[in-house]
DNA sequence: TCCATTCAAGACAATGATATCCTCAACTGT
DNA sequence: ACAGTTGAGGATATCATTGTCTTGAATGGA
C-alpha cells in the first residue's frame, strides 16, 4: 500500500529515467509531468537526494538526475526513503509479544501476505515501470 | 494494513466474543481488555453496530455483544465498517487510467499481492483469532 | 559584476485519522 | 418515581501527513 507520497517519489523517479546523460531535470517539469504539487514533489526530491538515488543541480539548466540506472532502483528502493515501512516488517496487529517464537494467530497468514508485498517491491525496478511500446505515452501510473 | 482503528474493532470484537449468551460486555471493560482508548473505542462500536456486527444495550448490566457467531465474522467484515477500504480495491498508484484493459506496469504484480490481503481478511473469521490452548493467555494480538 | 534560475530549508496551513470531553437518552434495580 | 449505569452523539483537541509560502544559497549566463 503506496502513501501518496510514495506515488508521487515513485512516478517522479520513472519520469528522471528518460534525461539524458549529464542532464537534469527541474522539480517544476517533474510535477507538471507527474501531477504532483510542485513545492512538496521539492521535499521529497530533497529526500531522495539524501538517501541517495538522485542527485541535484542548482542554477540554471540545474534540476534533477537519477544517482544509478533505472535497473539499480527498486519501487522498496524508493518507498523505504519516503514512507515509514515499519508497518510492514511488523506483524498485522503491530502487537509487541507477537514473534516467530510466540506467535498471534494471524502470523503465518500475515506473513504470507507481507512477503508477497514485499517481494514485489523489490523485484520491480524503475525500469519495469517505463511505457513500453504496448502502451504508447499511456502508462496509467 | 490495519489502520488503529481496524486494530482497535478486531481486538473488541475478539473479547466479545466469549460473551455469555444474552449477556453484554461494556465498552470501559472491552478498553480495559485490549489496551483501547475508552471513548475511542465507543465510536468505534457505534460504527460496528450500526454496521450490523454488534449489538448494544444501554443502561446497568448493557453493553455490547457479536450480533453473529464469531464463525460468521471476518476480518474483512470487520475492516470494512471501519476503515476505508478503497485502497485495497484500487491499483497500486491508483492512477484512474488503470484498468484490466489498459494495465499499468505493476497492474498484475499488484493484483497478486492485493487478492492474497483480502482473501486473507475474507477467509480469516474472529473464531480463527481466539487464544487457544496452545497460547493460554498471551495470544500476542 | 549582475541577474535569472533552481534547489535547500524552515515556517506555516490544510486535511484526515485518532482521541477526549461533555451532555443527553435509554435502561436497570430499588 | 428515583438514582445510578451505560451507550449515543456532538464538539473539540491532538497528531501525522500532505501541501504552501517565503527566504536564502548555489549556479550559470550576459
Redesign the interface.
Known amino acids: ?2 502513501s501518496r507520497s510514495g ?1 508521487h517519489a ?2 517522479a523517479l520513472v519520469a528522471l529515467a528518460n534525461v539524458s546523460d549529464g542532464d537534469y531535470k527541474g522539480a517544476a517539469l517533474l510535477a507538471d509531468e507527474t501531477d504532483a504539487p510542485p513545492n512538496y514533489l521539492g521535499k521529497l526530491l530533497q529526500a531522495l537526494s539524501r538517501e541517495g538515488l538522485v542527485e541535484s543541480q542548482k542554477g540554471l539548466g540545474g534540476g534533477f538526475r537519477l544517482a544509478r540506472a533505472p535497473e539499480e532502483i527498486t ?1 522498496y528502493d524508493v518507498v523505504r526513503s519516503i514512507e515509514d515501512i515499519r ?2 516488517t511488523q506483524c ?8 516467530d517464537g ?5 502470523h503465518h ?2 506473513a ?2 507481507r512477503e ?2 514485499l517481494e ?1 517491491m523489490k523485484t ?1 525496478r524503475l525500469v ?4 513500453t511500446e504496448n ?1 504508447r505515452g ?4
Chains 1, 2 share one sequence.
Not at 519495469?128 to 511505457?131: A, F, S
Request: glycine share 8%.
Open positions: 500500500m503506496l506515488i515513485v512516478r519501487m508497518r510492514w498485522l496487529f503491530g502487537g509487541d509479544g507477537c514473534s510466540n506467535p498471534c494467530a494471524v497468514r500475515w504470507v501476505v508477497s508485498y514485489m520491480t519495469d515501470l517505463l511505457p502502451h499511456t502508462n496509467p501510473l
